[in-house]
């Protein structure tokens, strides 16, 4: 079993901020990536950012320069310090994860979601 739980969502301003964290559990042998997908209603889910265990990172471009990732490897965590903050930022966060198993299984894994709303 392996589970992502993802915390920090809510209601913010816009420009304002807001930090989303994620916690892998599990039998799990090791993370290549994590990182955060979003889907706002009647959208498809899309990539938001990512991060290898080596440390690189990917963004969207819509949020480069506003959102930072990062990621502890030890504690099995990403973070995404959201600033900034505008009305299309609206969505459900979506935590994810490419993992091995303690059986040596690969694994693409999704946490429950947590919803971000930018509304003044």
């Known amino acids: 079993q392996v589970q992502l739980v993802e915390s920090g969502g809510g209601l913010v301003q816009p420009g304002g901020s807001l930090r989303l964290s994620c916690a892998a559990s599990?039998?799990?042998?090791?993370?290549?990536?994590m990182g955060w997908y979003r889907q706002a209603p009647g959208k498809q889910r899309e990539l938001v950012a990512t991060?290898?265990?080596?440390?690189?990172?990917n963004y969207a471009d819509s949020v480069k320069g506003r959102f930072t990732i990062s990621g502890d490897n030890a504690k099995k965590t990403v973070d995404l310090q959201m600033a900034s903050l505008k009305p299309e930022d609206t969505a459900a966060y979506y935590c994810?994860?490419?993992?091995?198993?303690?059986?040596?299984?690969?694994?693409?894994?999704w946490g429950q979601g947590t919803q971000v709303t930018v509304s003044s």
């Open positions: 994810n994860a490419d993992l091995t198993t303690t059986w040596r299984i690969r694994l693409r894994t």
């Open positions: 599990g039998n799990i042998f090791s993370i290549e990536v």
């Open positions: 991060i290898t265990s080596g440390g690189n990172t």
